[in-house]
């Protein structure tokens, strides 16, 4: 793609999150997809999965993205996937939807295996909070690697697949392992289930990565893009691509001023930007030796919001009372500058990808969802805070 990437993530669609899609939750004590599957019984699981992919995201959204001006969208996928890991319901059917809407609107498709069995980050969105074991399973690895091949074979000549991505947000030991401390902000449910998690070690990420590659360009052509996240080191891979013989790859990296106020950054509009400047420079030192792009950003911020939301933990894990300091017109000028600021930092690189499309929350009844919004790229260009043809 000569273009610059502009693209937007599907999350919450077929990778589930509970702070995205809170009622498809309500009356278990699940915080994961994990347990949901556990926690209903069967057919009112099923019901809710049924209800929830056919209208969280339909061929009207695609219509809408591509109208808008977006080119590529990410889509999350499961590792159970293609159905074959009970209890949990298999969604390539709804993968296969994607594709033919991607074509009919002229949009490309990132492919991203979001999740992996006993998880890779212990993040929710890894789908089993507070554990962090799939890279100490060997059985697990090797099955997630069928999943990639399996998803290479079935998308190869479809010429709305735009890539694959290996693997989303695998946690290191770096400082987003200590900072976020995903044993602290997802404490895990079964203590057994998460005894000896760790953070995944680099030299094993690489040759994950190195096998899922030779796999995948099985049945990859050369002008499909494989695609590796930086596992939140984004300097940690210049031997990686420059002594490895690769063809058309690319490095993902998440960027979250939410993760810049964990690290410390005031929550302040001017500090915003400094941490961006500071992004744009590093990205353009990564792009000398790999294409590298951000597949994951938003404008969420605590300035913004009104209080301080301690990294963006969510209204489903602490609840906050905003103070609600800016206008309307206020509102408008500091996502507006941190978008435009973002997107001309994204650009050193290959573009980027907004997290996220949608989200089915109440912003206004629901006092605690102030300021959410901005994480949704569809309220936000109704609200004149992004836009995507920038």
């Known amino acids: ?12 669609w077929l990778v589930l999150e509970k702070w995205m899609a809170p009622s498809l939750f309500q009356g ?41 001006g977006f ?15 009970a209890p949990f319901i298999g969604c390539i059917d709804y993968l296969d939807k994607a594709f033919a809407w991607a074509k009919a609107y002229d949009l490309k498709i990132l492919i991203d295996l979001h999740t992996a069995p006993f998880s890779q980050n212990g993040f929710d969105n890894g789908g089993l909070s507070g554990v962090v074991r799939w890279a100490q399973m060997p059985e697990e690895v090797a099955f997630e690697l069928t999943v990639l091949e399996r998803l290479a074979k079935r998308y190869a000549d479809h010429e709305a697949l735009w890539g694959i991505e290996v693997l989303n947000e695998p946690i290191t030991d770096g400082e987003v392992w200590h900072s976020m401390n995903p044993m ?44 590796f996240h930086d596992g939140f080191q984004l300097h940690a891979w210049k031997e990686f691509f420059t002594q490895n013989d690769f063809h058309n790859v690319m490095l993902d990296t998440h960027q979250y001023v939410m993760m810049a106020e ?14 961006i400047d500071g ?13 590298v792009f951000v597949g994951e950003w938003s404008l969420f911020n605590s300035y913004a919001v009104g209080t301080d939301t301690k990294g963006g933990i969510n209204p489903t894990q602490e609840e906050f009372s905003s103070n609600r300091s800016l206008t309307k017109s206020e509102l408008e000028e500091v996502y507006q500058t941190l978008w435009r600021a973002s997107i001309t ?6 573009g980027h ?22 994480w949704d790229a569809s309220r936000s260009m109704a609200k004149n805070w992004i836009d995507p043809r920038f």
């Open 1 to 12: 793609m000569e273009q610059k990437l502009r693209g937007v993530n599907l999350g919450g």
């Open 28 to 68: 278990t004590p699940a915080d994961d997809e994990y347990y949901l599957a556990y926690d209903l019984p069967e057919a009112e699981y099923q019901a809710r999965l049924l209800i929830h992919r056919e209208t969280f995201i339909t061929e009207a959204d695609f219509l809408r993205i591509s109208a808008a």
């Open 71 to 85: 080119n590529t969208v990410r889509i999350p996928v499961p590792y159970f996937i293609f159905g074959d890991r």
């Open 184 to 227: 602290d902000r997802f404490p895990p449910r079964d203590l057994a289930l998460a005894k000896g998690s760790a953070p995944i070690s680099l030299d094993f990420l690489r040759t994950f990565y190195q096998d899922a590659y030779r796999r995948m360009r099985n049945y990859l052509s050369d002008d499909k893009v494989i695609v």
């Open 262 to 275: 964990m690290a410390g950054t005031e929550q302040s509009l001017e500090a915003y930007m400094s941490f």
């Open 279 to 291: 992004l744009a420079q590093e990205i353009a030192t990564v792009a000398q030796y790999v294409e």
């Open 345 to 350: 930092a994204w650009n050193q690189g290959a």
């Open 353 to 374: 990808m907004y997290w996220t499309y949608k989200l089915s929350i109440d912003t206004i009844n629901e006092p605690a969802w102030y300021g959410w919004d901005s």
